[in-house]
């Protein structure tokens, strides 16, 4: 069954460190690939997303994520973290075509320290 | 544009009771989806609607079920609730076609506290 890891449940960063935070998939097929963001009390707000084309995706805040199809990973970075970045992060992997669900990793609880 | 809408925000049930959560998309979406999402396990998929009339199973859809009769609405269906559906619920909408043009992400709405005592 199609499955998403997320390695790190909790990162702790001081502000301005660098940041990388590990999603892997299991689906082998087409995949479309998503990271989500969601700010304590808040609904889940798009970062950024792949479907097709260069696998270096850049998204809102200064976020990327680079899809390499060879490890099934999309790892979320960014260079210089901020206060204002601590909440909750999640892979979210959409098959191609074969089922169509849309599958989230467990999530990663950042918290940046000022 | 409103987007997801989802009522209620709150909602406390006894066990037993049965109650639906409602969803409505003004997006024309195609897919939709209701999630639940538990301290430390992510959002988990509950059912899932590729179009009007289609429905299908997501990872966890015991005791719960789901009907699309229009584009817009994708209610959620709890028949006897339990302590262990004590969770907040995500109703989410998206745009997938075949030939991939035009896909979207997912749009959540703001979700429903749900508590079951």
């Known amino acids: 069954a199609q499955s998403v890891s997320q390695h790190n449940h909790h990162v702790i960063l001081s502000e301005a460190a660098s940041l990388e935070l590990g999603c892997n998939y299991s689906?082998?097929?087409?995949?479309?690939l998503f990271w989500y963001v969601q700010y304590p009390g808040q609904h889940l707000q798009l970062l950024l997303k792949?479907?097709?084309?260069?696998?270096l995706v850049k998204g809102i805040k200064g976020f990327e994520a680079e899809f390499i199809k060879s490890k099934f990973s999309f790892n979320l970075r960014k260079p210089s973290v901020q206060w204002s970045d601590t909440a909750e992060y999640f892979c979210?992997?959409?098959?191609?075509?074969?089922?169509?669900?849309?599958?989230f990793g467990t999530g990663t609880l950042l918290a940046v320290q000022p | 544009n409103a987007g997801v809408t989802q009522t209620p925000k709150f909602r406390i049930l006894k066990i037993g009771q049965s109650m639906t959560l409602q969803c409505t998309q003004d997006?024309?979406?195609?897919?939709m989806y209701w999630y639940r999402q538990d301290p430390g396990m992510g959002l988990k998929l509950i059912y899932y609607?590729?179009?009007?009339?289609?429905?299908d199973k997501g990872e966890v859809p015991n005791g719960y079920n789901v009907s699309r009769s229009t584009t817009e609405d994708f209610p959620l269906r709890l028949e006897l609730a339990a302590p262990s559906q004590t969770s907040v619920y995500f109703c989410?909408?998206?745009?997938?076609?075949?030939?991939?043009?035009?896909?979207?992400?997912?749009?959540f709405g703001q979700g429903t506290r749900l508590t079951v005592v």
């Open positions: 989410a909408s998206s745009y997938s076609a075949g030939t991939g043009y035009g896909n979207t992400e997912a749009f």
């Open positions: 689906y082998g097929g087409t995949v479309n």
């Open positions: 792949y479907f097709s084309g260069d696998p």
């Open positions: 979210a992997v959409k098959d191609g075509g074969a089922t169509n669900k849309l599958i």
């Open positions: 997006m024309n979406h195609n897919y």
């Open positions: 609607s590729v179009g009007a009339g289609i429905t």
